[in-house]
């Protein structure tokens, strides 16, 4: 990154949001942290279905999104790929999702939208996650699961799920990115 691109640069030390990062992965969720990234993501397959979380260090994704989902993976049906993004962190790359992807969508994070050939079908905005538990959360995106996905879950065992660890903490806390 070009030292003087300042408005791409993190807003977060990466350290301090990899927990949040770890919570997905640890789901099964890929990373996309460059625009190829998301291309290859979402214009792959014309017959998968794609979750995408737009993660973030806000309190009702730390709360309820990211759990949320994490228990909605433990669903039988699940999507065929599971990738996520970092608002704030990835700024580049997720200003082309937000253009390319979702300009029907005002800008939100956390968000899920489960997308088929490039073409988002199911959209859950932060307006629709505030205030709502992991488990409300988990029961939302379950029946979309069952509407349209087929691939069988869980995302990972339930062994390893129980031993999963949500860390919810206020994102006034997390040291903003000083650069390098």
Do not use: W
């Not at 939208?113 to 905005?125: C, D, H, K, L, Y």
Request: proline share 6%; charged share 25%; hydrophobic share 40%.
């Amino acid at each position: 990154m070009d030292k003087f691109d300042i408005q791409y640069r993190p807003n977060y030390d990466p350290h301090s949001v990899q927990y949040m990062r770890d919570e997905l992965t640890a789901v099964g969720f890929s990373e996309c942290l460059t625009l190829d990234d998301i291309d290859r993501a979402l214009l792959k397959s014309t017959d998968e279905t794609v979750l995408l979380v737009i993660n973030s260090v806000c309190g009702c994704a730390a709360g309820s999104a990211r759990p949320g989902v994490a228990m909605a993976l433990q669903h039988r049906v699940i999507p065929d790929r599971l990738v996520t993004v970092f608002a704030g962190m990835e700024k580049k790359t997720v200003e082309y999702l937000r253009q390319r992807f979702l300009s029907d969508f005002l800008p939100s994070s956390p968000l899920f939208a489960i997308f088929r050939s490039g073409q988002a079908e199911f959209v859950m905005q932060r307006k629709d996650i505030v205030n709502k538990s992991p488990e409300e959360i988990a029961g939302l995106l379950t029946t979309v699961f069952d509407r349209m996905c087929s691939k069988a879950g869980p995302s990972i065992s339930p062994e390893e799920f129980s031993k999963l660890e949500n860390i919810a903490m206020c994102s006034s806390n997390i040291p903003k990115y000083q650069g390098s």
